[in-house]
């Protein structure tokens, strides 16, 4: 069912990108703001440790195998078109999971946004993204009465498109993939190294000017 | 200012992707992903015991979910089927949970278990069932267990003593505290034969159908692992006939004591007895960790053959193998792997198996996801002192689905064990010569418990 919805996400996608790469008008101009509230769910998508140890072998797990809940994502964002097509900005958010063992896992990123809109009008816009930064994480074990932080990348990348009621407001949906590695190096943690993946889909409310 | 805006985010993206790549790690203890990924509901269901004859069927609890007789087909073991004789939670009309504490059959087709009230202060009742195979158990056993199948033998089981669980040879045992309130004299091990227990009239009088022994001024009673021949385990399971205690079966026990020491630290004490209850070994100890198996082994410098030095070597759920020799009341302990952190992770289950007197292997269990096994040859030093080992090899048993919550294990014949995995109601065989081969796992989550 999510390979179904992603896979018509992408193909309808396409189409409106092949029609816009013909079409020659552009809404927005350099210059131009953004600023949007995004608001959704995270599917977990995969967790992937890099290497065996004698707590977890190096597999991939997709979806409920990897223990962890949908949990939920909010952020605020901004960005500034230096092209007629291609903006830039940031955005600073907050994300959180459960565990099957109801512990909680939240991380907080910070990004660089790069978004490039090939579909573009008064009415609606369509666009790529892909986002690069730093995100803080942090799990708590209720059974150990454990918890603990790390620094680790934050690269996320989709696809995304908004309608708007007036020429300011508009509200639209995203989707892609995003991807948390923990990169440590020290060596008695280097070993739990690897990637948690998730799917996020989200609700984003945009004010442009 | 349009430069400037250009420069911070460019800034920004540079500054995120190095910090990044490097990380920073604000606490090297474990790391988050291995929590999260081992993070499953350990709580719903854990095996209380299996118990009875592996090759007859054998009879399993979990602990909050309900009572289970696994059986094989005669035709092929890697693919046992079940039989269902209590299901769902315990509970009375009042929606109060019993627990399971204990579980016990002498050959897959009697059973007697425990079950703890809701209260605390609630004493235990044992309950018996006949014949498991033509039982008509009603699979609730929710309001009134009488009415459902199973006798209740005792409901005073917990007279002066709190009751443990069973031996694999037919033994009900547990902390004993005399006539006083005073918790240190909770110091006494007590145990009964079953067969004492099932004539009693609705009440175990321990101190007469029973043996109280005292184990000094420890209290706290973690657990009792008897040793079963090492030749022929599944023969030795209690026919009913058979003495559980001849000199081929000794007794270890493992005691909890707090008693000494930093007042808020475990201490284990660990006694070997014979089979005519004289105690062999007590070993006191600052090792925080239970004996998980012990096997029976032959020492090949005795010098007096008609007073064999029994010998035994067991495992810590640490990881670390002991040796155990009954003539100088020592332990001693060492690591099987030097390069192993026996510490990370939760063991939940370890079984040590004793292949020919000469070789062993264990096979490792995490609390949530993973089998790990090591194949070893033993034997004692020439002076009789030391248990050294050689020839290590180890690896991961593989086909285990990594999702499993692995959370028993019981052995059924010298070369042989199951594994039960109960987050998915897998179950699982191993070939312990072979743990590793696509052919010696043979879990499905559609087989076992698939309820």
């Known amino acids: ?209 | 200012m349009k430069r400037l805006n250009k420069y911070a985010i460019l800034g920004l993206l540079a500054l995120s992707s190095t910090v990044a790549f490097i990380s920073c790690d604000s606490d090297a203890t474990s790391g988050i992903y291995s929590q999260m990924y081992n993070a499953t509901d350990s709580q719903s269901y854990t095996i209380v015991q299996m118990t009875g004859d592996p090759n007859k069927g054998f009879v399993l609890a979990l602990e909050s979910d309900g009572i289970y007789k696994i059986t094989k087909n005669s035709s092929d073991v890697s693919t046992p089927t079940q039989t269902l004789l209590v299901k769902g939670y315990i509970t009375n009309d009042d929606d109060d949970i019993y627990r399971i504490t204990a579980i016990y059959s002498s050959n897959g087709t009697d059973l007697y278990y425990i079950l703890n009230g809701s209260d605390a202060d609630d004493d235990p009742v044992l309950y018996r069932v006949d014949d498991v195979d033509s039982s008509t158990i009603d699979p609730d056993l929710a309001s009134d267990p009488t009415a459902s199948g199973a006798t209740a033998i005792t409901n005073e089981i917990g007279v002066n003593v709190t009751p443990r669980g069973f031996t694999d040879n037919g033994y009900l045992y547990g902390s004993y505290n005399g006539t006083s309130d005073d918790d240190n004299d909770n110091a006494q091990f007590a145990l009964v034969s079953m067969d004492n227990a099932i004539t009693s009239s609705n009440t175990i009088d321990w101190t007469s159908d029973g043996t109280i022994i005292d184990l000094n001024d420890n209290y706290g009673l973690s657990s009792v692992i008897p040793v079963l021949s090492t030749t022929n385990a599944s023969s030795e399971t209690i026919t009913g006939d058979s003495d559980p205690y001849s000199t081929n079966t000794p007794l270890v026990v493992s005691v909890a004591n707090i008693s000494r020491g930093d007042s808020d630290k475990y201490y284990y004490d660990y006694y070997v007895f014979d089979g005519n209850l004289k105690q062999l070994v007590h070993y006191a100890t600052e090792y925080q960790y239970d004996v998980a198996s012990v096997v029976e082994t032959t020492d090949s410098t005795a010098s007096d053959s008609t007073a064999p030095d029994p010998r035994l070597i067991g495992i810590f759920t640490n990881g670390y193998l002991l040796s155990m020799k009954t003539s100088s009341n020592t332990i001693n302990k060492s690591p099987i792997d030097d390069d192993y952190d026996y510490t990370a992770g939760n063991r939940k289950a370890m079984l040590l198996i004793d292949d020919d007197d000469s070789s062993y292997n264990l096979i490792m269990m995490n609390e949530y996801d993973y089998i790990y096994y090591y194949s070893f040859d033993g034997a004692y030093t020439t002076d009789g002192d030391d248990f050294d080992i050689d020839n290590i090899s180890s690896g991961w048993a593989d086909d285990i689905s990594s999702s499993d919550e692995i959370s028993g294990i019981i052995k059924t014949d010298t070369t042989g064990g199951y594994l039960v995995s109960t987050s998915n109601y897998g179950f699982y065989t191993i070939d312990i010569d072979d743990p590793n081969s696509d052919s010696s796992s043979n879990g499905s989550s559609t087989e076992g418990f698939d309820y």
Do not use: C
């Not at chain 1, 029609?19 to 210059?31: M, P, S, V």
């Not at chain 1, 609606?124 to 990348?153: A, K, M």
């Open chain 1, 1 to 209: 069912m999510k390979k179904r919805f992603l896979s018509l996400l992408v193909v309808a996608f396409v189409l409106f990108s092949t029609q816009a790469l013909f079409a020659e008008d552009t809404y927005y101009e350099k210059g131009d703001t953004k600023f949007s509230f995004t608001t959704g769910v995270t599917v977990p998508l995969y967790l992937h440790f890099w290497e065996s140890t004698s707590d977890h072998e190096d597999q991939w797990n997709f979806f409920s195998d990897t223990n962890i809940y949908t949990g939920g994502y909010g952020a605020i964002s901004f960005e500034k078109f230096y092209s007629s097509k291609i903006s830039i900005g940031g955005e600073f958010g907050y994300s959180f999971n459960y565990d099957e063992g109801s512990n909680l896992y939240y991380n907080i990123p910070l990004m660089a946004k790069v978004l490039y809109y090939p579909i573009q009008s008064v009415k609606y816009d369509g666009y790529l993204f892909g986002d690069l930064g730093i995100t803080y994480n942090h799990y708590t074990d209720e059974n150990s009465d454990s918890s603990q932080g790390l620094l680790s990348p934050y690269i996320s990348m989709g696809i995304g498109g908004t309608y708007y009621f007036n020429e300011n407001w508009g509200l639209g949906m995203e989707t892609g993939v995003t991807f948390i590695p923990q990169i440590s190096i020290y060596d008695d943690t280097a070993d739990d190294n690897g990637t948690f993946a998730t799917i996020p889909i989200m609700l984003k409310v945009s004010y442009r000017n």
